[in-house]
């Protein structure tokens, strides 16, 4: 075997060892009741659509503008009449915010970015929220309209948020298509001419914490998107998905529909994130431009499907559903699952031998029916499987196991194959996962051994040292003195380095990790594609994502401070 295969082969062998090790495939699920019938209006009225990852004022290059004020009525009849109930509006939000996107993102790059410029003196809150108000106002109840930016943007991957807290300028942390230094010995470096530094921008654990403060969910986006532009790699890939999971123990949420009805390798990932064993919900995005929403048809927009449980349509309320995870993504089917009564995204106690109950409930578009509706186990096994189903009620008894697990389910359209013609799917649901847990099960986040050492000649000795929590919250505080300091941190802890006369030095522990940083640019280089060669665009397998080679590489730090 070539030294190629031997790397595929382990990379593999590791990623079935952390599949196996956690979470074991459970028995087949039974079918035992059917009832078929029409949906009645008020299970349909218990979750609204919700569409996200948004912008709001976007135009291709060369592109005319067409009027602001017809884009926003038009938007507004268009959720009507397609059954949108809420809209997360994204950036540029509308003509002279986007103009401040063109400004910032290119000839004033260098000046906003400087450290001389106040960069929130950009923030146009007021304009933005009057944004909202006047789509509320065009709506007038029909649908609820709140705020949601994809940010950050880079090339470690992008995120969309649930109660998006607007702390900056939407473009404060977008590094896309430029060169970025994201930590210390970061390769990837563009000098900003106006203070001879390279450029810089907050990493994700950062923001993250921030936003998790603010009471925000941030979704990774379009987790396996890349492409090849006049030869050159592109990626949109979540690179830092992984990370995350490993550090936090669970995600705030993952997309699942993107790009396509049934994007198969987004939710291969989600389904090796789940066989982990953490809490990883999944959710449908759209990531189009909503002043071209009208162009859409109805099957084009994907949506979350969110329970409110009878509460008002506000931003903290889709939020709150979101958290849960009692939510399915589709792009116009109905589709549930509970377990034992207990709703998608909640946990169900099971132990060896106990006998569960399945309920689904589907329901197609317009009459017609589903051609496929599974239900998905760990690993992606296939527990149980009905065909030709005009939509109704299916119960299933499934036996439980001793280890932790889940189940979750997909319908598919009238002549749709997700097996033979994946890409051709043209109607897909899909539902959160119940959590299958047995008495006890805990999935402990991981532990970093810190070891930093002080040379005698460092900068910041006579400082300060803080260890905190990914809150913020202290952990341990100290003077900086020559030698080794030794500590047990939580992998997403940062450290914050003080000292007069010098600036402020404040970073994640997880993000100036020599070996998780090389992990992370097999799949932001591109790397990954000289190991999986039939690859197509917007493929990656999950175990390109290496998250056993993560794990393994946070339970250590070492580092110096010069």
Partial sequence: ???????????????????????????QATLDFEKAGPPPESVLLQYPAVVTHTHNWRFGEGEPRSSFDDAEKELVAWCAHVGIRAVGVGSAWDPANDAMFQRFEGPDRDLYFS????????????QV????????????????????????????????WFNYFYDYP????????????????DPSIEINPLNGRPHTRRDLFQIVAVQHRAGALGVFAHPTRWWMSDGKFVTNIAALSGLFLVAEGRLDGLAIMSDRPFNRSAQDLWISFLDTGAVVPGFAETDFFLNKASAHKGPQTFRNYIH???????????????????????????????????????????????????????????WSNFSLIQLIGPHGAVLAEKRDFPGGILEFTFTGGEQAGYV?????????????????????????????R?????????????????????????????????????????????????????????????????????????????????????????????????????????????IGELRKALEAFDFTLD
């Fill in 308 to 366: 409110l449980n009878g509460k008002t349509l506000t931003a903290g309320h889709i939020r709150d559903a979101a958290r849960v995870g009692d939510v399915f993504a589709s792009n116009g089917a109905f589709l549930t699952l509970s377990v034992d009564g207990i709703p998608m995204g909640s946990i169900c106690t099971t132990s060896a031998g106990k006998s569960h109950r399945i309920r689904v409930e589907a329901y197609p578009l317009h």
């Fill in 129 to 160: 929220r009057g944004v909202i108000a006047n789509l509320n106002k065009l709506a007038a109840g029909r649908t609820y309209f709140y705020l949601d930016n994809e940010t950050p943007k880079n090339r470690m991957g992008h995120l969309w």
């Fill in 408 to 436: 979750l389910a997909r319908a598919f359209g009238p002549g749709d194959d997700p097996i033979a013609a994946p890409d051709q799917v043209r109607q897909t649901a899909i539902t959160n996962p119940v959590y299958l």
């Fill in 1 to 27: 075997m070539t030294m190629k295969g031997i790397r595929i082969a382990t990379i593999k062998m590791m990623y079935l060892a952390l599949l196996t090790s956690g979470v074991i495939a459970q028995k």
């Fill in 115 to 126: 450290g001389k410029f106040d960069q929130k003196s950009m923030m146009q809150t007021d």
């Fill in 438 to 546: 047995p008495s006890g099960f805990q999935l402990a986040p991981v532990q970093t051994s810190c070891t930093l050492h002080v040379s005698g000649t460092s900068r910041w000795i006579g400082g300060t040292i803080e260890f905190q929590r990914s809150d913020g919250s202290v952990i341990k505080r100290q003077t900086v003195v020559p030698g080794i300091i030794r500590i047990l941190l939580p992998a997403n802890a940062r450290i914050l380095l003080t000292h007069p006369g010098l600036a402020n030095w404040s970073f994640s522990i997880a993000m100036e990790n020599a070996a998780i940083e090389t992990l992370l640019s097999y799949l932001t280089s591109g790397e990954f594609r000289k190991d999986y060669p039939e690859l197509r665009e917007g493929e990656v397998p999950p175990e390109a994502f290496r």
């Fill in 170 to 185: 939407a473009w404060h942390d977008y590094s896309q298509d430029r060169p970025i230094k994201m930590y210390r010995d």
